[in-house]
């Protein structure tokens, strides 16, 4: 709900009560009864936080669990948590309805597995062609420019 992400993104982003209430123009006391669930902000105040935060209002509003670990805080904006998946005995997932909903995801669609050292991500193979053809058309301008 929203008291829970107000005081989980105050507490990532390292702000009191009182220095967030000063960045929207209200008492600590006011802000104070938005994490205690007694009031809500209204939808201007909202926006405010979400800029703040650097959250959707959508997501401010609106809580958001994952299994073994429980409420999760609102992603960045342009950012999504899906939630969370089992990787079956064969290696396989099912990609959360609403994910494969946002990115057209329906059977026989190419995905590129990318990774770093800290996980993975699935890219739709004709995002990821594109914008390849993009970085080498613009490296081969380069070099014929030279």
Do not use: H
């Not at 958001?64 to 960045?76: M, Q, V």
């Amino acid at each position: 709900m929203l008291k829970d992400n107000l005081i989980m993104l105050r507490n990532l982003n390292g702000f009191s009560q009182e220095a967030v209430a000063e960045k929207i123009n209200i008492s600590r006391q006011a802000y104070a009864k938005w994490e205690a669930g007694a009031t809500i902000p209204d939808i201007e105040k909202c926006s405010m936080l979400a800029n703040i935060y650097g959250v959707t209002v959508d997501s401010l509003i609106q809580s958001s669990t994952a299994d073994g670990i429980g409420s999760i805080p609102p992603a960045p904006k342009g950012k999504n948590i899906w939630g969370s998946v089992t990787v079956n005995d064969r290696g396989q997932i099912v990609i959360p309805k609403s994910a494969r909903d946002k990115f057209n995801l329906t059977s026989g669609k190419r995905l590129i597995v990318l990774s770093d050292d800290e996980g993975i991500a699935l890219v739709p193979a004709e995002t990821f062609e594109d914008n390849m053809r993009k970085i080498i058309e613009l490296a081969s301008a380069k070099n014929d420019a030279k």
